[in-house]
């Protein structure tokens, strides 16, 4: 089984609110990862968990702020974002070890901001 | 700094056609490792295949085979006989090995496949 698994599918949601982006993995990997893609862009990195722990953020504004409450659940929470921050937000898992193992991916949250 | 460049931005192809998709990449690391994804229409990336710096043998996979020179810093992807089911965005990718064992995707801007009945 090489499921990853996104919720929602599609969110619509105001400069405003406040929502969150959830990811689920049964594969037994203990690096989890947060992409951004834009419209006909490749996927972005934002961050990266390994066991748990936050390994990599790559300068994302704290608007996003992610949490990885064990290993196998991955969330993204959203507060106050812009227009410019409507995307497809990708989730990924991958193993952990020596070297660099294939990361597999959700199909992935639309977001968009109005 | 690494980077990957697919300078094919689109292809276009008749059913049953040779296509070649272009990787060339850049890193100062010994150690890498390249990554070929396919992103269809539903958005989700699907890996295909993973290539470590030190094993430069070519490999093939029913229709699919990928051409890895380390001399020119390619990492080239041929679908042979294309079929409408291959149309989909292809992504390259390259991520340096961590301590920690994850990776970091640099990914190139993509290749758009269209194959046409």
């Known amino acids: 089984d090489t499921e990853v698994t996104q919720t929602p599918k599609h969110l619509v949601m105001g400069m405003t609110n406040k929502k969150s982006l959830k990811c689920e993995q049964h594969?037994?990997?203990?690096?989890m990862y947060w992409y951004k893609q834009k419209a006909k862009k490749p996927p972005e990195l934002m961050f990266v968990?390994?066991?748990?722990?936050?390994?990599i953020n790559e300068s994302v504004p704290s608007r996003f702020s992610p949490e990885c409450p064990n290993s196998s659940l991955l969330n993204l929470h959203l507060h106050a974002l812009q227009p410019e921050d409507s995307a497809l937000y990708l989730c990924a898992s991958s193993q952990t070890g020596a070297g660099s193992t294939e990361a597999f991916f959700g199909q992935g949250t639309r977001l968009t901001v109005v | 700094a690494q980077k990957v460049t697919q300078a094919q931005t689109e292809i276009s192809v008749v059913e049953k056609e040779d296509v070649t998709l272009d990787c060339v990449y850049e890193t100062r690391d010994t150690t890498y490792y390249l990554f070929w994804y396919k992103q269809p229409p539903s958005g989700e990336l699907v890996f295909l295949i993973r290539r470590n710096s030190f094993d430069e043998q070519n490999e093939i996979s029913g229709r699919y085979s990928w051409n890895f020179q380390k001399s020119t810093s390619s990492f080239n992807f041929t679908i042979t006989a294309s079929q409408v089911v291959d149309s989909a965005v292809y992504f390259c990718a390259l991520s340096e090995a961590f301590s920690g064992g994850y990776n970091k995707l640099i990914f190139g801007a993509g290749t758009r496949l269209a194959v046409h009945p």
């Open positions: 594969m037994g990997h203990r690096a």
């Open positions: 968990y390994s066991y748990e722990k936050l390994s």
